[in-house]
């Protein structure tokens, strides 16, 4: 198992397939509303750059808006005193249906497995991708095909259970190979390059931010290098123990 900033997964000791890239997943729509999130095709939105799929970020904060403490790295995925940003994953009695070692309250259960339901492809950026050690070939949520935005491809690549690509070509070639992928759920984003790159072209649909009862200090933040103001549209609140959920559209800049 291996905490990062940029998302959370187990780490396999068996990957059975191997790098791929450009893979195209059929789509899949939910049709309900759970705990305050859209289970459902998305709401398509005028054309931006032909990016038409709605794009999530969902990643844990602490109350000063930082995802990880400082000096995070390979060794330290979440810096220093970061271990609290994903206390709440354990504290609970409730298994989540994509992991079970995960023991969360019944309210923060309901909401992360939602939130996974809706998600058919991932974006994180390449610094993410590292301290996460590749997160084992699994990629942040499992099942998901992950696309890396990077300047270089990385000379190895472990053995993957989901497709891998490496785009080199910005986000908006990343979003346009996410939404092939994801068919009619959403795009996700882990990590704060990818959030913030796509927040400054105005490709970010809604933000889902679990807010953690503590002050880091410190370390890496989520909102900075964003392009300026953004206005957000509160969709949804939920408070849990440990946790507050915050769900909220992007309503304009």
């Known amino acids: 198992m291996r905490l990062t900033a940029g998302g959370f997964a187990p780490m396999c000791e068996t990957c059975c397939v191997k790098f791929e890239a450009g893979v195209r997943t059929e789509p899949v729509g939910p049709t309900s509303l759970v705990n305050g999130y859209e289970r459902m095709p998305p709401t398509r939105r005028p054309s931006k750059g032909a990016i038409m799929a709605k794009v999530l970020l969902a990643i844990t904060v ?11 790295g390979a060794e330290l995925p979440l810096g220093q005193g970061g271990e609290p940003l994903f206390e709440w994953f354990f504290t609970g009695d409730t298994p989540s249906k994509y992991n079970e070692m995960f023991r969360l309250s019944k309210p923060s259960a309901e909401f992360f497995d939602a939130g996974i339901d809706t998600c058919g492809a991932v974006i994180s950026g390449r610094r993410t991708y590292d301290i996460a050690g590749a997160w084992g070939g699994n990629g942040p949520v499992s099942g998901l095909p992950l696309f890396v935005l990077t300047h270089n491809v990385p000379d190895e690549v472990p053995e993957t259970t989901v497709p891998y690509t490496f785009v080199t070509d910005g986000i908006e070639s990343a979003l346009r190979q996410a939404e092939a992928a994801a068919g009619d759920k959403y ?7 990818a959030a ?15 807010v953690v009862p503590d002050l880091l200090g410190g370390g890496v933040r989520l909102f900075d290098h964003i392009g300026g103001p953004v206005r957000l549209e509160t969709l949804n609140v939920l408070d849990a123990p440990g946790v507050t959920h915050l769900r909220y559209r992007i309503a304009g800049r």
Do not use: R
Not at 187 to 193: C, E, F, M, R, Y
């Open 187 to 193: 795009v996700a984003l882990t990590g704060s390059q």
């Open 62 to 72: 602490s109350l000063d808006g930082y995802i990880a403490g400082p000096n995070d």
């Open 196 to 210: 913030q790159q796509c927040l400054k072209a105005g490709l970010l649909d809604e933000i889902q931010l679990p």
